[in-house]
């Protein structure tokens, strides 16, 4: 009978042994995700913080509204899909325009990014620090409002 009580004491202190292994891997794994996550989320604050984007100029002719947006933060702005831009003539709710290649209508499109007077050179297709990005919306109305966010949350208003 002590052989069974001491086959049976060993087999429930592996399980105990098996079971603290389980808990603690799942309590390690659980610390390293919500750390990394923090890290994550510290790092898209930062980006957000350090984006800095102005609307410098606009005209409008034809139906159409041309936005110039001047990249005047410390980070590349890229990833237009998420960009949005906003028109209104003071009175309405104002109208939300996503980039075209998100497949929404109406939709903003991309005419060109350049350095002043030069193309851009580095990050081809992405707004560099001091580089402008022109785009073009379809509009008809009275303009007296243009806003235009950046997929970070980095904002720019211009009241015309």
């Known amino acids: 009978m002590a052989v069974g009580e ?4 060993a087999i429930g202190a592996m399980l105990l042994i098996y079971i603290a292994y389980v808990l603690v891997g799942g309590m ?10 923090q890290t994550e989320l510290s790092h898209l604050q930062d980006d957000r913080l350090r984006t800095g984007i102005e609307v410098t100029a606009h005209s409008q002719g034809g139906g159409t509204v041309l936005v ?16 949005d831009l906003y028109l ?4 309405a709710v104002p109208l939300l325009y996503h980039h075209s290649s998100a ?3 109406p939709a903003w499109s991309e005419i060109g990014i350049s350095a002043g007077s030069a193309p851009e050179r580095v990050h081809i297709g992405e707004l560099d620090p001091g580089e402008a990005l022109e785009m ?11 806003k235009v966010v950046a997929g ?3 904002t720019a208003e211009m009241a015309v």
């Open 68 to 83: 110039t947006l001047n990249n005047t933060g410390s980070v590349v702005v890229g990833n237009f899909t998420h960009m």
């Open 103 to 105: 497949g929404a209508d």
């Open 88 to 91: 209104g003539d003071g009175t």
């Open 28 to 37: 390690l794994m659980t610390v390293e995700t919500a750390t990394l996550t």
């Open 6 to 9: 001491l086959i049976g004491s």
């Open 136 to 146: 073009a919306a379809p509009y008809a109305g009275e303009l007296h409002w243009i």
């Open 152 to 154: 970070n949350g980095a």
